[in-house]
């Protein structure tokens, strides 16, 4: 797969502050004077000036008598700016000299209101433009100084500045916080921040915090350099900040020693409770009704006793699809609107009865076979690819900016001629002499200016959706092979595509850390999805089509409302990005894989993690379910095809070919070799045009990213062994092929594709 990245756009400039033993109490204003002798010192009388007038602005008559009185000082006229201008200019600078300080105390806490938004605010786009490595930390650093500014804006009886803060801010904060700054949105007094339990929580104890000692060293350093005081002031008097080793992960915010002790923190699980409907699509009442006269027709047409009791079958089975819809399925008031059903729509659910009952019911003790479409000398530069929902395409995204099409049944992909006279088309015998006369089984598609990263073919297999580096979505009909509509709205390279199941809708992520809705017959985006704190690497719609999952850089998937545009579920627990994501066709579990090499199982309604399959020894790249929803494929950099149960009880590990299967898998793991290709794989290559021979540059960069390593007997990567979960039933290993997508078709078959790696 081709790799992504993020450019570093923060400078942290200047030396960062040291973090010592992990413990708040770090000085923010404190100077290193004692040990430079070459710094001019500030006269002692003129600190006592200023410090006078500073009691004296505040109101603190008793003070400001007894320090005239010790310090022999008369009184003055001048101001704290007047003062501070006798300083030496090198002690008004960075080294945040006592004048300066005091200075901005005066300005932030009497003639600048707006002083603790102001330096959120630049604090907030700091993070945002932070490296993903410590974007999380940060993020989960800035939480107490949001409640703290917060609660110092009630505090100085500044309420109305401090409802604005909340207003403006706490949406950073809701799906951990939630029920906290549901608590903090009522206060509107000085009374309510003393009286209340929760803000006497927040008050009288140290908020625990863990950051690496880089992450620490960044945010002090940026506080310091900006001399956001305030900002300082809330860390060291109301922050305890542990510093870790490594990573932080998202989940560390349920440990123990974070927060407040004694007080739920992570309040994640709440915000997951939001009622959301996982039902099926309702029918549509065309689509009912024609599919019933049909199915009758053909029943009363049939010749022999076979075919009746054939088309008899469908209609018991449509029946159980309709009452099983009314029972489970959405109401009409809930359903996303589609455009009005036609004559495509009742084919394609007549084709997909017919698929149900011939579709093979797997389980443990049955698995797919796996079709295994493996793409020669494509050097490096195929990024994705998808198979139609038929099998009768498969296409491909490449880094010169074009989609190339490859026909599995052989049959010619004939657009066209350049010069069709609409007038002369009356039949479809016209249509067919307006067409190219070619023979050719594949072709480009060729309109982006960038590298193209996401493709998805329609239900139909009549149009195909691409996502590019050039920051548009490209429609193009697979009838014509030209580009029907360009979609532009994001403001970074896209990197992911998907169709809705009725495919009306469509759905792109980006590099810009949103994933947005699209209508193929509108040129804007329907909805913004915004929240991910890095790029959104993948996106799926659920089966209704009432939901969007996603998967992002930061570690984390989210699932959204299409209709409110806002986040109903997070789930985090993945330690690296997320890069791929599946929903069961039931529409009641979700599988998330990625960089991580851990595949993540999660109920949807409860959004807790079921299980985490381990077993891959590189990033996983795509995952799809079963149709029955019990077992889940999974496709990885590590050249194999996983399949898992993820519905298992415990008898089924009992079973005896469930035992022999996990005999030969261990055997594999040994050291011995595997079957030559395979029994239940069948290979077709599929060749794109030859390329040059890769040069000696090429190569060394292959080596660099990790391609061309030496494999062990059982075709694994010499890596670090991973333990098998138990669920795993069975790995299909490919010829240095690293598998980009898997699919499962209405039948039940596994179909795959990757391309052929030079070790």
């Not at 917060?150 to 207003?167: I, N, P, S, V």
């Not at 093979?360 to 929902?389: F, I, Q, R």
């Amino acid at each position: 797969m081709s790799g992504k990245s993020t450019d570093a756009v923060e400078d942290t400039g200047g030396t960062a502050s040291t973090a010592n033993g992990g413990a708040s109490g770090l000085g923010a204003g404190s100077s290193n004077n004692s040990g430079n002798s070459n710094k001019s010192q500030a006269p002692p009388k003129q600190i006592e000036k200023i410090v006078l007038q500073y009691l004296k602005s505040k109101g603190y008559k008793d003070a400001e008598k007894a320090l005239r009185e010790d310090a022999m000082l008369e009184g003055s006229d001048s101001t704290l700016g007047d003062l501070a201008s006798a300083f030496p200019a090198s002690e008004m600078g960075a080294d945040a000299s006592v004048p300066s300080w005091i200075l901005f105390y005066n300005e932030a806490e009497q003639g600048n209101p707006d002083a603790y938004r102001q330096s959120y605010r630049e604090l907030r786009r700091w993070i945002d433009s932070s490296l993903d490595a410590y974007k999380h930390e940060l993020y989960a650093a800035s939480y107490p100084i949001f409640v703290h500014s917060y609660l110092d804006l009630h505090t100085r009886g500044l309420h109305e500045k401090a409802a604005e803060f909340m207003e403006l801010y706490s949406g950073d904060h809701m799906e951990h916080h939630g029920q906290d700054i549901g608590v903090l949105k009522t206060f509107t007094t000085k009374a309510h921040v003393e009286e209340n339990e929760l803000a006497k929580v927040y008050r009288e104890n140290k908020y625990g915090v863990r950051m690496t000692r880089v992450g620490l060293e960044l945010l002090l350093s940026f506080l310091q350099d900006h001399q956001f005081t305030l900002l300082m002031r809330t860390v060291n008097q109301h922050l305890n900040i542990r510093t870790v080793d490594g990573a932080v992960p998202i989940s560390s915010q349920r440990e123990a020693d974070v927060g407040i002790t004694g007080h739920t923190q992570n309040q994640l699980d709440e915000f997951n409770r939001q009622e959301i409907a996982l039902g099926s699509m309702p029918l549509d009442s065309f689509v009912r009704d024609e599919v019933e006269r049909t199915l009758q027709d053909e029943a009363g047409r049939a010749d022999t006793e076979a075919a009746r009791s054939g088309a008899t079958s469908l209609l018991e089975t449509f029946a159980h699809i309709k009452q099983e819809a009314a029972t489970t399925g959405l109401s009409a008031r809930d359903a996303v609107p589609l455009p009005p059903a036609r004559g495509p729509e009742v084919e394609q659910q007549i084709a997909d009865l017919k698929a149900l009952r011939k579709r093979v019911a797997l389980g443990p003790a049955a698995l797919p076979s796996v079709c295994m479409y493996t793409l020669h000398n494509t050097d490096s530069t195929l990024n994705c690819t998808t198979v139609s929902e038929d099998l009768s395409l498969l296409a491909g995204g490449f880094s010169e900016s074009y989609i190339k099409l490859w026909s599995l049944t052989r049959t010619p992909l004939r657009g066209f001629q350049n010069i069709v006279a609409p007038s002369a088309i009356n039949s479809e015998e016209d249509i067919e002499s307006a067409r190219e006369q070619t023979t050719e089984d594949s072709r480009r598609l060729v309109g982006h200016s960038g590298a193209v990263f996401g493709v998805d073919i329609s239900f139909d297999s009549k149009y195909l959706i691409s996502g590019s580096e050039d920051r548009t979505a490209r429609l193009w009909s697979l009838d014509t092979f030209t580009n029907v509509v360009c979609y532009k709205g994001h403001n970074y390279p896209i990197w992911d595509v998907a169709f809705a199941p009725q495919g009306f809708y469509f759905a792109t992520a980006s590099h810009d850390r949103t994933a947005r809705l699209w209508s193929c017959d509108h040129i804007y985006a329907l909805r913004i999805f915004a929240g991910h704190l890095s790029d959104v690497n993948c996106v799926r719609f659920h089966p209704n089509s009432k939901y969007v999952v996603t998967g992002s850089s930061d570690k984390s998937v989210r699932l959204w409302d299409v209709q409110r545009g806002s986040c109903v579920r997070v789930f985090t627990g993945h330690t690296s990005s997320v890069d791929s994501v599946a929903i069961s066709p039931d529409g009641r579990i979700m599988a998330s894989a990625g960089d991580d090499q851990t595949v993540a199982v999660w109920d949807l309604g409860s959004g807790r993690r079921m299980e985490s399959l381990t077993a891959h020894t590189g990033p996983v790249y795509s995952l799809a379910f079963s149709q029955e929803g019990t077992l889940l494929l999974s496709a990885s950099a590590d050249e194999t095809v996983r399949a898992w149960d993820v519905k298992r009880s415990p008898a089924a590990s009992d079973h005896p070919i469930i035992v022999q299967r996990r005999h030969n898998q261990q055997d594999e793991s040994a050291g011995q070799e595997p079957d030559a290709a395979g029994a239940d794989v069948d290979a077709m290559d599929v060749d794109s045009p030859k390329k040059p021979a890769p040069s000696s540059n090429d190569s060394a960069a292959a080596k660099s990213t990790g391609e061309g390593k030496k494999r062990d007997a059982a075709g694994i990567w010499k890596s670090k062994r991973v333990a098998e979960s138990e669920a795993l039933l069975r790995t299909w290993r490919t010829k240095s092929t690293p598998v980009y997508s898997v699919m499962m078709t209405k039948r039940n078959l596994a179909v795959a594709t990757g391309a052929f790696a030079l070790q």
